[in-house]
């Protein structure tokens, strides 16, 4: 058993660490979608 302050603080760290983990396959998701907008650009340019 734990008191509500601490467990608030466990679940504030728990929903931390999950919105970075979504946060950060979005970003990788993102990249890719770049680099694909990229090699576009360079061929417009040429």
């Known amino acids: 058993m734990v008191s509500p302050t601490t467990l608030i603080a466990y679940i504030t760290a728990i ?6 983990v979504e946060r950060n396959k979005n970003i990788a998701h993102m990249q890719k979608e770049l680099q694909k907008l990229q090699i576009e650009f360079e061929r417009f340019e040429k």
């Open 15 to 20: 929903k931390t660490i999950y919105l970075g």
